[in-house]
């Protein structure tokens, strides 16, 4: 085959446009720190960055999901932590309004702060967080007490699903409830301070009868007693407690799985430099030795034939 002077000018010119292109490659990798610019310049790099990109996604959005989480339970154990200590002082004037010796001004004194304490409890029934209520079940956008017809309040009757669970996904396929349906627990506590307000402002209730309402280990213990009470919101922090320890544990495994998925992608897609800058001096060494060739092949001109 006859190789002409267009042949090795085709050839040498079609060679440094190459090694520009290889050079603009690096170039790019060097600039960017990433091995790929677009999908086509490694489409196996490009789908594995798409996975872990996903993946930072849902770890981002599990990691506001637990801020929700934390809110509703710390929200929900600060307000059955308040529902206790109101029921220890409900105890300890219960005990003052059991002597027989109390005259009926004082009775009518404690009967006072006793109707005091009951309204807390019904205004922390109402713990609102971030335009929900927290114990009105999956009816979060209504109130767990409203005002009654004859005055006060009462257990808000439009409640459908008082009882229902607010769940939150917080990992893959992994839920965890977030509320604590309380229409029960404060309907029973609310109805409980209601019979020791009437015991109060009874005359002829003598002290025993009111200290009935302490129960504990005493024969007339009934399950609407304080000690029952206070127990079933000791039990129900105790739950919030429980919860609250699971969450923790799974931000530690966010956090773990950040971490990786971080690390997976920053080896699948970042540019190893070392190895970057060593191919483009060796690119830049071969490219100008073809430009030092190429220029003595481009020189010659017909005159160079002839002599």
């Given at each position: 085959?006859?190789?002409?002077?267009?042949?090795?000018?085709?050839?040498?010119?079609?060679?440094?446009?190459?090694?520009?292109?290889?050079?603009?490659?690096?170039?790019?990798?060097?600039?960017?720190?990433?091995?790929?610019?677009?999908?086509?310049?490694?489409?196996?790099?490009?789908?594995?960055?798409?996975?872990?990109?996903?993946?930072?996604?849902?770890?981002?959005?599990?990691?506001?999901?637990?801020?929700?989480?934390?809110?509703?339970?710390?929200?929900?154990?600060?307000?059955?932590?308040?529902?206790?200590?109101?029921?220890?002082?409900?105890?300890?004037?219960?005990?003052?309004?059991?002597?027989d010796t109390n005259?009926?001004?004082?009775?009518?004194?404690?009967?006072?702060?006793?109707?005091?304490?009951?309204?807390?409890?019904?205004?922390?029934?109402?713990?609102?967080?971030?335009?929900?209520?927290?114990?009105?079940?999956?009816?979060?956008?209504?109130?767990?007490?409203?005002?009654?017809?004859?005055?006060?309040?009462?257990?808000?009757?439009?409640?459908?699903?008082?009882?229902?669970?607010?769940?939150?996904?917080?990992?893959?396929?992994?839920?965890?409830?977030?509320?604590?349906?309380?229409?029960?627990?404060?309907?029973?506590?609310?109805?409980?301070?209601?019979?020791?307000?009437?015991?109060?402002?009874?005359?002829?209730?003598?002290?025993?009868?009111?200290?009935?309402?302490?129960?504990?280990?005493?024969?007339?213990?009934?399950?609407?007693?304080?000690?029952?009470?206070?127990?079933?919101?000791?039990?129900?922090?105790?739950?919030?407690?429980?919860?609250?320890?699971?969450?923790?544990?799974?931000?530690?495994?966010?956090?773990?799985?950040?971490?990786?998925?971080?690390?997976?992608?920053?080896?699948?897609e970042s540019v190893?430099?070392s190895k970057a800058?060593?191919?483009?001096?060796?690119?830049?060494?071969?490219?100008?030795?073809?430009?030092?060739?190429?220029?003595?092949?481009?020189?010659?001109?017909?005159?160079?034939?002839?002599?």
């Amino acid at each position: 085959m006859r190789v002409t002077q267009s042949m090795l000018s085709s050839n040498m010119l079609r060679n440094l446009n190459n090694s520009y292109g290889k050079m603009s490659k690096l170039q790019d990798q060097l600039a960017s720190g990433s091995k790929i610019s677009r999908p086509s310049d490694d489409p196996v790099i490009a789908v594995k960055g798409m996975g872990y990109r996903r993946d930072l996604a849902k770890v981002e959005q599990y990691t506001r999901n637990m801020i929700t989480a934390n809110s509703w339970l710390d929200s929900t154990d600060e307000s059955l932590n308040q529902v206790g200590e109101q029921m220890k002082r409900v105890r300890e004037l219960v005990i003052q309004a059991a002597n027989d010796t109390n005259t009926s001004e004082e009775r009518e004194k404690i009967k006072m702060e006793i109707d005091q304490i009951r309204q807390q409890i019904q205004d922390v029934g109402n713990t609102n967080v971030a335009g929900s209520y927290i114990f009105s079940g999956t009816n979060t956008n209504q109130p767990l007490f409203t005002p009654a017809t004859g005055g006060g309040k009462e257990i808000n009757p439009n409640l459908n699903a008082a009882d229902k669970a607010v769940n939150i996904e917080i990992y893959d396929d992994i839920q965890i409830q977030v509320n604590t349906p309380g229409k029960d627990i404060f309907k029973n506590i609310d109805d409980m301070m209601g019979k020791i307000s009437n015991l109060l402002g009874n005359p002829n209730v003598t002290g025993p009868e009111i200290g009935a309402m302490l129960g504990g280990v005493s024969s007339s213990s009934t399950n609407d007693d304080i000690t029952a009470m206070h127990n079933k919101v000791l039990e129900a922090q105790a739950d919030v407690g429980a919860r609250q320890n699971r969450v923790e544990m799974m931000e530690n495994r966010l956090s773990i799985r950040e971490v990786n998925v971080t690390k997976q992608l920053r080896d699948n897609e970042s540019v190893d430099y070392s190895k970057a800058i060593t191919e483009m001096v060796t690119h830049e060494s071969i490219h100008q030795a073809a430009l030092s060739v190429g220029a003595k092949i481009i020189q010659q001109t017909l005159v160079d034939f002839i002599r």
